[in-house]
């Protein structure tokens, strides 16, 4: 079935480290990659997506580009802040497919 | 509203009773979502509405659960007999019915605590 499978945390780094979260998937179809972040206390918001190969998704800083051949959407920051601690969810979605499947989310946390 | 809406926020409630989470997605929205995200979980998908219908029901967990969407708008999911087990944040979203591309706007989720 379809999957999405996510670097296990929890990530711990500095501020103004590097961050790299990796994100793999497994569909039947050619989906679309979302990032999605979950800040403490607060639901779930879309970070950032990319629809087809090769397309880059960014927003605030991070980035993910969509890499059909390594059936991959890494998510990267190059200098992170201490207010992006946060929990990371990868997902996909298939063409005309409803739901969303996620991957199990990784939690970064910043320190200053 | 701006929003997707969820209320409660937080429910503690005793083993065995019924509890109800309603939630109330963005105006316009016809696709709704209900998941629900365990302590040190992902999130596990439950519901979707099409409009009022309910076209996949597949996630579920047990005839314990049922939801319901009314006007095309607030949907309520109930969970009866609650048992220790059911204890989680349920989320729900919203999307505008179209490609695979639309993300979904989700809520803050209600915390809901069996004791």
């Known amino acids: 079935g379809d999957s999405v499978t996510q670097m296990e945390g929890p990530v711990t780094l500095s501020e103004e480290a590097f961050l790299t979260i990796n994100c793999t998937y497994t569909?039947?179809?050619?989906?679309?990659l979302f990032w999605y972040v979950q800040y403490p206390g607060e639901g779930l918001q879309l970070l950032l997506k990319?629809?087809?190969?090769?397309d880059k998704g960014s927003n605030k800083g991070f980035e993910a580009t969509y890499r059909k051949e390594t059936t991959s959407f890494h998510l990267e920051k190059g200098s992170v802040q201490v207010s992006d601690s946060a929990v990371y969810f990868c997902?996909?979605?298939?063409?005309?497919?409803?739901?969303?499947?996620f991957g199990p989310g990784t939690r970064l946390s910043v320190l200053p | 509203g701006a929003g997707v809406s969820q209320s409660p926020s937080n429910k503690v409630t005793e083993k065995g009773k019924d509890v109800e989470l309603r939630c109330d997605p963005i105006?316009?929205?016809?696709?709704l979502y209900w998941y629900r995200q365990s302590l040190g979980q992902g999130l596990e998908f439950l519901i979707y509405?099409?409009?009022?219908?309910?076209?996949?029901k597949s996630g579920l967990p047990s005839d314990r659960f049922s939801a319901e969407r009314t006007g095309g708008s607030v949907s309520t999911l109930t969970i009866q007999r609650t048992q220790q087990e059911d204890s989680a944040v349920y989320l729900c979203?919203?999307?505008?019915?179209?490609?695979?591309?639309?993300?979904?706007?989700f809520g803050s989720g209600t915390r809901l605590t069996v004791v």
């Open positions: 979203a919203s999307s505008l019915q179209g490609p695979a591309n639309y993300g979904y706007t």
């Open positions: 569909a039947t179809g050619y989906p679309s």
């Open positions: 990319a629809t087809k190969a090769d």
């Open positions: 997902a996909l979605r298939l063409p005309y497919g409803q739901n969303f499947v």
């Open positions: 105006s316009g929205h016809t696709a």
């Open positions: 509405f099409q409009g009022n219908s309910a076209p996949d």
